[in-house]
T-cell receptor, first 117, second 109 residues
Framework: GAVVSQHPSWVICKSGTSVKIECRSL??????MFWYRQFPKQSLMLMAT?????????EQGVEKDKFLINHASLTLSTLTVTSAHPEDSSFYIC?????????????FGPGTRLTVL | GQNIDQPTEMTATEGAIVQINCTYQ??????LFWYQQHAGEAPTFLSY??LDGLEEKGRFSSFLSRSKGYSYLLLKELQMKDSASYLC??????????WGAGTKLIIKP
């Protein structure tokens, strides 16, 4: 089956530092990957849609200069949280869409828990 | 606007059957997913319905009525490991998943 990995699985950093999270599709190519954020006891919130070789599409209210997304290959997308602050502490989840069709199924990575001190 | 409505929490007994309901309003519709999410983990796929009716997969079944904007997930022979949140997520006209807050299911011995 389709497997998506994320690295790291958890990270603790100091306020003001930057953190990079990697999302990889291990056994399939993903033209499109999605980045979500989930605060405790809340629903998944789509942050941005990442397309290979082009700029990411950010959802309303998500700062593109703070959450940098790079989708350099068909199997790797990265999310960099720049100048992280305690309010950025959250569970970040990526998903990858199988194939290049809009109706391709999404498979989720295991998530990355970010704690900013 | 787009809206998902599920009960916040449900409790059931091990070995029993539970039905988790979901009503939705979306801009267009291209099917509906059910996901299971254990605490601290990412969602995992359970089922996908695009046509009206019941889809059965082992202990889990999912039902869809497009005209009513309604779906349910039926879990049979409940096990303690089924304690998790269950997320109903329709696909809108742009094939974007619309997420609700999910239903936290508590299984008691």
């Amino acid at each position: 089956g389709a497997v998506v990995s994320q690295h790291p699985s958890w990270v603790i950093c100091k306020s003001g530092t930057s953190v990079k999270i990697e999302c990889r599709s291990l056994d399939f190519q993903a033209t499109t990957m999605f980045w979500y954020r989930q605060f405790p006891k809340q629903s998944l919130m789509l942050m941005a849609t990442s397309n290979e070789g082009s700029k990411a599409t950010y959802e309303q209210g998500v700062e593109k200069d703070k959450f940098l997304i790079n989708h350099a290959s068909l199997t790797l997308s990265t999310l960099t949280v720049t100048s992280a602050h305690p309010e950025d502490s959250s569970f970040y989840i990526c998903s990858a869409r199988v194939g290049d069709r809009d109706y391709g199924e999404q498979f989720f990575g295991p998530g990355t828990r970010l704690t900013v001190l | 606007g787009q809206n998902i409505d599920q009960p916040t929490e449900m409790t059931a007994t091990e070995g029993a059957i539970v039905q988790i309901n979901c009503t939705y309003q979306t801009s267009g519709f291209n099917g509906l997913f059910w996901y299971q999410q254990h605490a601290g983990e990412a969602p995992t796929f359970l089922s996908y319905n695009v046509l009206d009716g019941l889809e059965e997969k082992g202990r889990f079944s999912s039902f869809l009525s497009r005209s009513k904007g309604y779906s349910y997930l039926l879990l049979k022979e409940l096990q303690m490991k089924d304690s998790a949140s269950y997320l109903c997520a329709p696909w809108d006209s742009n094939y974007q998943l619309i997420w609700g807050a999910g239903t936290k299911l508590i299984i008691k011995p």
